[in-house]
Nanobody
């Protein structure tokens, strides 16, 4: 059974930084795709960043490109999201997700992922 547990959410001022963590267990051998998503109440869940675990390829949403960095520590089975230069519009519940393959396009769409954590809240004040 796949289990994903996010942590690191907090309240920060605009311009600040946070690092989110996602502890993963139960991933099947060969699973190669993990991502970060976020959701504001009343809006659809949106993709933030995706990483292909095999070669480290990444893809980012335009809104976070250059400010956020996704990474993974294989030894710790932990996924990270380093968030710098935070803006009020980054305020959301952040979720990590996993699936077997990223595919060629490394889609940032949530409906292709079937394993999710419970989320961690990030609040950025102006």
């Amino acid at each position: 059974q796949v289990q994903l547990a996010e942590s690191g959410g907090d309240s920060v001022q605009a311009g600040g930084s946070l690092r989110l963590s996602c502890a993963a267990s139960g991933l099947r051998t060969g699973w190669s795709c993990m991502g970060w998503f976020r959701q504001v109440v009343g809006k659809e869940r949106e993709g933030v960043a995706v990483i292909r675990l095999g070669d480290g390829s990444t893809r980012y949403a335009d809104s976070v490109q250059g400010r956020f960095t996704i990474s993974r520590d294989s030894a710790k089975n932990t996924l990270y999201l380093q968030m710098n230069s935070l803006k009020p519009e980054d305020t959301a519940m952040y979720y990590c997700a996993a699936r077997a393959f990223c595919g060629v396009t490394m889609a940032l769409t949530s409906n292709v992922y079937n394993n999710w954590g419970q989320g961690t809240q990030v609040t950025v004040s102006s």
